[in-house]
């Protein structure tokens, strides 16, 4: 009987805090500015994929969800799985001539999600990143998780901060080849284990504008993007790691919240311009701000942050103290049966892109 080459690999979803949005070259993914992340619980939002390599496969194939997904010539998916077999390759084969040549079987990939892909949240962070955790795996690659990142990048920006859990930056890189935009982890998540995140689903409609298409647009007409790129994000990445290392909500509510805003702003910047939220989700903002300016009028602190990506969802980051209580004020001002309000899902940081078996 011929060995069992197979390999499962789970990775949750990010949502970042400072907003990628931005390509300098679009083949390779290399973002016009750094980004920073919170990786969510493995439990909740998660991607597990499965893959083989076996010589009697006759080409590469996907499924997602239990459906076949094709893999179109020089599309993404066939990127990465064309850059993991290279890797087999270069770090295991070349070096060990008895390795079996498993950089040369095709495989079959099958990816699920734990969460419904129409609940209006993100799946290609976790799809890529779970996919490029278990080839990985598969092939016994002797690489971090920072080298990984480098070929998640290529399937999706976000999905090359999914391999690490807690806190994770994406560094921009300065080369052309994008061998040094990657992703490093600030913190693990035992660092800072209060840091919790509430999703709110306004709507689970599919977007209009998707943010590959969106953040192109807006690299090709906003001035606006110009002056966060060079003015804004670079200052403030440095403030949320310094806030992140030392634990500081205060700062990275500030952060969080200002750069969401700045992130709307030059999609509205963008000509035609582009409308991720929709009234309930600046009712929520409206919320989060009234309830920190309460807190804070008081002699009290920073009690919430709000960030949302290119869709209506709110995701508040929170103490863990202090969610019980946004929930119930969520729940009390935007009830469900309105029709305007779905889910309200608790989620906190986790330890990103895993082995499960082999
Ligand atoms: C608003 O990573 O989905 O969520 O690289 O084109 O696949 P592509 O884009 P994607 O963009 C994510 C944009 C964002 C901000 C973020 O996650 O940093």
Redesign the pocket.
Known sequence: MSPNYQATASAPVNI?VI???GKRDTKL?LPTNS?L?VTLDQDHLRSTTTSRADPKFTQDRLWLNGKVDEIKPDSRLETCITEMKRLRKKTVEDKDPKAPKLSTYHVHIASYNNFPTAAGL?S??SGFAALVASLSHLYELPVDASTLSLISRQG????CRSLFGGFVAWQMGTKSDGSDSLAIQVAPESHWPEMHALICVVSDDKKGTS??SG?QRTVETSPLLQHRIKNVVPERMEKMTRAIKDKDFDSFAKITMADSNQ?HAVALDTEPPIFYMNDVSRAIIALIVEYNRLSRENGGRYKAAYTY??GPNAVVYAPEANMKEIASLIIAYFPQKAGDFKDVLGLFGAEGAKDINK
Do not use: E, L, Q, R
């Open positions: 970042a907003k990628y949005w993914i980004s992340s993100a290609s962070a999706s920006g976000s999905a943010s590959t953040m992130f990506d290119a």
